[in-house]
């Protein structure tokens, strides 16, 4: 399936008027507001927009975690609105790569323990040693997550995301919680893979700087896309600043 | 100052107990259990030992007691002389076989003389209907009230009795209970065959007359005068009784009644113990996991807590309050409960012991009792957790809680963790964390096990019982006393009865048996060579041969005398010739019922320099001509009584599956809410501690199955672990169980029953499937997105 999303000339998520509303009545929040978006195959976009304006929850949806109130998301030919929860269980299995804020990593596994995991379940998955080595931690491998730093971890949480090479990567605010140093470092390790391995790969961020990684960075406010840029140049993450 | 700042907290305490509702409920449930058992043993024990003294009292049930062959009325003023006896009574005591057309069998009853002058002054009879017997009338008499109610007999109703070799017909004027009868079997019969055996009570003229003892008496009966030393005046009767051909005079504790009585209470006293201990001990621990749970979850608010200035003795009653919450309702519902199970044991104690009334009756030093175990046992549960909550300084505590620090395994289990996949891996490596919670949940599934496995041991042993005691030891259909001991010779007219297929002769000695300064009174029995009916059991179950020479001890009855193969005894017929002599113990015997000691019955009559006398016959039926057998047997003057095996059986099957029968089926239950208490808390904390983990693993695209593997495999994991210890816990309980429920009536002992095992084993694995079916529901409301917000 991998290798047939990349071959697909099909955009890699579609949306068409896509709600979220919390909650009903006067106290109804609504995290997004009828957001059309094309994302193609391949493409690396930084999401930008102050807090609460429905970054996290579009990426949500987009990978299967959670579901729209209203409005349809195509992951090219397929309806994830359309699907049960185990359809969509598989999905990410199948196609999905998430790094969050806080890491996410089980502790009780060692940091190739936590990538073999994915590993178990991905269909032609790349070796831990060298889904850690992309990130720089080949000499880590076998310390517990209490063990690593928080910029160690967050690798580890990259190449546990990258390990089954998946046709999209979803990464919210995946240097958050990061220092200028690391956080370049897991940047890195994200537009490696996106230019390695052609996965589509959406980076929400606090961070304006980051913005010029992207090909096209999308500024989000009040649970509706703003404004579209796209980046004629695009900057490697060693010239970030924070 | 406790009170005062603790009332802000007070509708958190609540929140707090509602949040924790499956432990409370788990708590709550598992103390209920052990301590309506505790109410029921203790309020049962106490209303017995209640109604008994009082019955005692009341109708002056006797102390001492002396039968003899024959003594003139005026030995009575010898016996009264004797000091510290505030009492005395002579009696005619006899058998009598009853003709009851209602049954095939012939019955038989206890004949007892009521005083000339009125009413008992020892011994009083109870009155339930109808009045007391004319003297001037002969015929008239009083019959026990079980027997009248097994038999439907009314007041004013015919009963033919053979008395001494002739036929009597008398008339029921009375139905009564007596303290001396409150437990009532035949001679020679363990449990009640109310339709087969009763006593009568008729007037002293009459029953003189029937028996040729006109002037004279041959049982005496006594009440001893407060703080009288019962040896001494035991001594003076036999004394006075020696001439008369007395088997010695005897206490309360060789009463058939009473002993039964006695053995009842004792235990009651076992159970009230035990079964309660156990759910005591596992209230704790859930206790102990609950609040450690929500300690471990509340760091913060203990860290504000005591930030704002609340005492380290504010936060610990804070937390322990809703255990002794816990406690509360657990004590509440045990309560509740006992009550419930202790009217219902009353019941059926009321179809065995009969007592004027008989009300199971709780006191409040009893749930008084009951509500401090329990306060005790949450509180002792409690004082870890909340030890660490108070423990922690409060800068400490607002900190986020430092990460578990996981560690690879080393050795073996290195190698084995390599060989896992991911998810078992997980499982593996939490045991290894947290190794004292796991050891927690081990420990408490396997109390489950050991309480299932000691359940299923009951009806096993007494399976086992019944079937080597029925179908190996005694495979006779009728065993036969003869009323004194006749020549070998009427083997002939034995076999002679019409549908006898085979006779075996036996001898039966009331004995005095002495090791060193030990003694005991018992049986014993004479038994020939080649027996094919009646027969010894060793200790593997099978028959053996009697001894060769010597005698052959029962085991319990070895025990109470120290007394082993190659021992010499004292041995002392205590009627009849009264021969004394020494014999070797050549072997030691486990008849599971009686404790008696045994010999060939050629050895046993030489010994007694009677040889060649039997005490009665064992015999086989066809079963074709039972009816008439028995038709014969009514007719038959000469005979004692006559056990019929079969029914012996049966009483006996009833009164287990009663007793043993009903109290399984609470363990068995009571095993589930342990099984399923302790599996509930144990998936509730799991799924509570690795709710992030799981999160991350649905996230990862883990199906919920596959989530739910990690959740429910350490718990399966922890479960079989528990199997083992489970298995060995309950053979050890088993064993020291049986052997606090031993008798001299009967000797219990474990056996090894793998249908129990493994129903224990399958019983707990379901509860732990269940426990963990539920709790795993939990995996499908999984709050994904909310869960990965958050820190951890
Ligand atoms: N479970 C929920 N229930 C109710 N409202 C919610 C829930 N989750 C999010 N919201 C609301 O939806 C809106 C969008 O939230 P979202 O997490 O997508 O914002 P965000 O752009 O990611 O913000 P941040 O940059 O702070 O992460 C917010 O107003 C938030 O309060
Ligand atoms: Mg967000």
Known sequence: MTIAAETDPSPAFHTIRLSKVYGDGPTAVHALRDVDLDVAQGELIVLLGPSGSGKSTLLNILGGLDRASSGEVWFHQTALNAMRERALTDFRRRHIGFIFQFYNLIPSLTARENVDLVREIAEDPLSAEEALDLVGLAERMDHFPA???????????????IAKRPAVLLCDEPTGALDLKTGVRVLEALVEINKRYRSTTLIVTHNADV????ERVIHFSDGRIRTIETNAVRAPPSELKW | MVKLIA????????????????????VALVLGCGLSVYIMSVGMRASLERTRADYYADYRMMHLAASLVRAPDRVAADLERIPEVAAIETRISGYALLDVPQIVE????????LPLGGRPRINDLAMVRGRWPDPAKADEAIVSEAFATALDIRIGANLAATIHGRRHVLTIVGIANSPEFVFVSAPGELFPQPERFGVVWMGRTALARAFDMSGAFNDAIFRLSPGADDQRVRSAIDEVLRAFGSSGAYGRDRMMSDRFLSEEIKQLTTMAIFLPAFFLVIAAFLVNIALGRVIATERSNIGLLKAFGYSDLAVAWHYAKSALMFGLIGASLGSIAGVVLGRAIADIYRDYYHFPTLAFSAGLLTFAGAWAAAIVAVSIGAIFSVWRAVRLAPAEALAPPRPAVYSRSSGMLARFAARLDAKSRIILRRIQRFPRRAATTIIGIALAI?????????????????SVHFSVANRQDVTLSFVAPREIGVMHAVAHLPGVIS???????DVVLRHGRLEVREAVLGLPFNARLSRLIGSDGQAVEPPVAGIALARALAAKLHAGPGDEIEIEQVSGRRVQARIRVSAIVDPMVGSSAYMNIEDLGRLFREPGRISGAHLSLDPARYAAFNAQLKETPALAGASFLRQAERSMRRA????VGVMNYLYIAFAAVMAGGVAFSAARVTMAEQERDLATLRVLGFTRGEASYVLVGELFVLALLAVPLGCVLGTVLGIWLMRLFQTDMYSFTFIFNPGGYAFAIAFTLACVAIASFIVRLGIDRLDMVGVLKARD
């Open chain 1, 211 to 214: 913005a010029r990684l992207g």
């Open chain 2, 106 to 113: 012939p019955a038989s009853a206890r004949l007892i003389s």
């Open chain 1, 147 to 161: 063990q690593l730093s928080g910029g160690e971890q967050q690798r580890v949480a990259v190449a546990r995301a």
């Open chain 2, 7 to 26: 009332r802000p907290l007070d509708r958190k305490l609540l929140r707090d107990v509602w949040r924790m509702r499956i432990h409370a409920a788990a």
């Open chain 2, 450 to 466: 050991a309480l299932l496995v000691v359940a299923g041991a009951f009806p096993a042993v007494m399976t086992q019982l019944l």
């Open chain 2, 503 to 509: 006779a075996e002769p036996f001898r039966a000695d």
């Open chain 2, 656 to 659: 287990f599956d009663e007793g």
